[in-house]
T-cell receptor, first 115, second 116 residues
């Protein structure tokens, strides 16, 4: 079973549209951490956010916002007023005690922002 | 901002050859990692390293792989006898404290290994 599911393989929107990337995770641990990373076409992995399981407060950082809902085991990522530079593959990842806190990655969502 | 650096950015090697991928972690970080990403697939954990020894490794990290911190700054991944299926992007990462303490990993830009 997938521990981190990013059901959207690819999303394509026109610039300035809002877009939400879904992430659903599975864990039996009460202490765990969730992450989002961005992988632009150049290939590097850029850390965006981490959230621990005890902090369900949503977070906003500029045009980025994250909605963490333990009730649905989801940690969704929204980009408001998307820009072409947002085009990348976005990975959601889980770190849990039961896996010795190794990062367990989702398959990624490729986001294409058209001008 | 300090960053993790990896060299080379692209390595081409023939099957059966040994390769060494090099990384310079962020200087005050204590935990080091290697991950790999086969083209178009998800990122996979290989190994974590702390206090000059391997702390965790995945089943991918078999006897053909080894890691070393030969001096105070470099962290290397050696693949002894490369196979075609080793072709992937290899990412080095470092963190201040272990992943279990909610420390984000800072990744290098990756080394693309192509085995022919």
């Amino acid at each position: 079973a997938q521990k981190v599911t990013q059901a959207q393989t690819e999303i394509s929107v026109v610039e300035k549209e809002d877009v939400t990337l879904d992430c659903v995770y599975e864990t039996r641990d009460t202490t765990y951490y969730l992450f989002w990373y961005k992988q632009p076409p150049s290939g590097e992995l850029v850390f965006l956010i981490r959230r621990n399981s005890f902090d369900e407060q949503n977070e906003i950082s500029g045009r980025y916002s994250w909605n963490f809902q333990k009730s649905t085991s989801s940690f969704n990522f929204t980009i408001t007023a998307s820009q072409v530079v947002d085009s990348a593959v976005y990975f959601c990842a889980l770190s849990e005690a039961g896996s010795n806190y190794q990062l367990i990655w989702g398959a990624g969502t490729k986001l294409i922002i058209k001008p | 901002e300090p960053e993790v650096t990896q060299t080379p950015s692209h390595q081409v090697t023939q099957m059966g050859q040994e390769v060494i991928l090099r990384c310079v972690p962020i200087s005050n970080h204590l935990y080091f990692y290697w991950y790999r990403q086969i083209l178009g697939q998800k990122v996979e954990f290989l190994v974590s390293f702390y206090n000059n020894e391997i702390s965790e490794k995945s089943e991918i990290f078999d006897d053909q792989f080894s890691v070393e911190r030969p001096d105070g700054s470099n962290f290397t991944l050696k693949i002894r006898s490369t196979k075609l299926e080793d072709s992937a992007m290899y990412f080095c990462a470092s963190s201040e404290v272990g992943q279990g303490y909610n420390s984000p990993l800072h990744f290098g830009n990756g080394t693309r290994l192509t085995v022919t």
